[in-house]
């Protein structure tokens, strides 16, 4: 190998090894791969918290931090969260990371497992959310919430759901059906069912008192002694 083409190769080798411990090409393989880091949040600024990656001072703004509101950024100082890098621009020097993707991620695999572990026929207890024309949302006892259709509420005919419940009302309900993540839900059939069982119910005629037992009279009336 001649001399010129060994140290074309070794400058090749240089470059990419210098290319390699850019942070900023490491940071962007993060990007590409939506790699998920574990950080510690550092410091506290307007509108967010810092965390370092690879060395380089990272951006979470509050919005992404939470799936809800951060009222008070002072709680995460210091804490271990999990994050994705969502933007990075090494001319601009900003990058910046969020961990809510994450958070939406994690909460719909909790529903989803929520979702497959109620069974249809199951009757369960809980509290009118919101009433639409259509139904009423159910909030269940297990976090979940479920729609009674309107069809579904009583046994007699109603125009809307807000003829027979109110918001905050405690109902019992039954699944019917489960679909794409989806609980229907419904009233009438626990009240056909108490309707049913009602008529199935037999009257048992009580004897008269004089027609029960033997009177001693007839126990020894062909008892000769």
Known sequence: MSEELLQTETMADLEEHFD??????????????????????????????????????????????????VENLEEYLLKDIEVQVIEAD??????????????????????????????????????VETLQNYGAFISLENGLSGLVHVSQISDKRIKTPADVLEVGQEVNVKVIGIKEGK???????????????????????????????????????????
């Open 20 to 69: 390699d411990a850019n942070p900023w090409n490491i940071i962007a393989d993060y990007l590409e791969k939506k790699t998920v880091l574990p950080v510690k949040i550092e410091g506290i600024v307007n509108g967010g918290v810092i965390a370092i990656v690879e060395g380089i001072r990272g951006f979470i703004p509050a919005s992404q931090l939470s799936l809800s509101y």
């Open 90 to 127: 090494q001319s601009e020097n900003r990058l910046i990371l969020s961990a809510r993707n994450l958070l939406k991620e994690q909460a719909r695999k909790e529903k989803e497992a929520l979702v497959n572990s109620v069974v249809i026929g199951s009757v369960m207890t809980g509290k």
């Open 183 to 225: 609980i229907s839900l419904s009233i009438k059939a626990l009240i056909e069912k108490e309707e049913k069982e009602e008529k199935v119910v037999e009257k048992v005629e009580i004897p008269k008192a004089e027609n029960i037992g033997t009177s001693l009279g007839d126990l020894f009336k062909n008892i000769k002694l």
